[in-house]
């Protein structure tokens, strides 16, 4: 069954440092969602993605936050300047179309711990 | 009015039981419910998904209730079994809008053998 791949695994950083979280997106999707996981909390959403741009974002997703997608098949999230706050899971998804009913797939996470 | 209040926040159930899981929600605009769950060390999983017009929807052992006009929906596992620890969220979004999933906090389900 076709799967939401992330990279690293996890991924330890300095603070103020600059991260690159790497997805490549189940290959006919074309939906590409980030959500992070605080250790003990819920799943929240960050930002979605739909055709070279973004769709939809949270509150979350400030300035210190940004998303590409550089080729057909990797989907990036990058986080400038490091905050200890930003230690968490962070989770790629992905949908084949539109409207919350198709299924949003995940990957298994990148965790990101900022020393 | 985004958020979506999962209970309990953990639940120990004996092989065999019934596990249940509640979720409430304020915006009436979410039309449509799925539940993920989520193993250790691993990505939220789709489980099973409702949308409103219907009051209960069953895929094998897992059910969902839908109660609309209380904005409540439930997840109950028949037979639970030690496979299905794990953690469970319940979600709402928009289906024809906003695509962002809102979920629950989580409920840590402990099945004893």
């Known amino acids: 069954e076709p799967e939401v791949t992330q990279t690293p695994s996890h991924q330890v950083t300095q603070m103020g440092q600059e991260v690159i979280l790497r997805c490549v997106p189940i290959s006919n999707h074309l939906y590409f969602y980030w959500y992070r996981q605080i250790l003990g909390q819920k799943v929240e959403f960050l930002v979605s993605?739909?055709?070279?741009?973004?769709?939809?974002k949270s509150e979350i997703f400030d300035d210190q936050f940004s998303v590409e997608r550089p080729d057909g098949s990797n989907f990036t999230l990058k986080i400038r300047s490091t905050k200890l706050e930003d230690s968490a899971m962070y989770f790629c998804?992905?949908?084949?179309?539109?409207?919350?009913?198709?299924?949003?797939?995940f990957g298994d996470g990148t965790r990101l711990s900022i020393l | 009015q985004q958020q979506v209040k999962q209970s309990p926040q953990s639940l120990i159930v004996q092989k065999g039981g019934i596990s249940i899981i509640n979720c409430a929600y304020e915006?009436?605009?979410?039309?449509?419910f799925p539940w993920y769950q989520q193993f250790p060390g691993k990505g939220p999983a789709l489980l099973i998904a409702?949308?409103?017009?219907?009051s209960e929807k069953k895929e094998g052992r897992f059910t969902i209730s839908f109660n609309k006009s209380a904005k409540q929906f439930s997840l109950h596992i028949m037979d639970s079994q030690p496979g299905d620890s794990a953690t469970y969220f319940c979600?709402?979004?928009?289906?024809?809008?906003?695509?962002?999933?809102?979920f629950g906090s989580g409920t840590r389900l402990q099945v004893q053998p």
């Open positions: 979600a709402a979004t928009e289906d024809t809008g906003r695509r962002a999933l809102t």
């Open positions: 993605f739909y055709n070279n741009e973004i769709s939809e």
């Open positions: 915006n009436t605009a979410f039309d449509y």
């Open positions: 998804a992905s949908s084949a179309g539109q409207g919350g009913s198709q299924p949003q797939h």
């Open positions: 409702i949308r409103p017009d219907v």
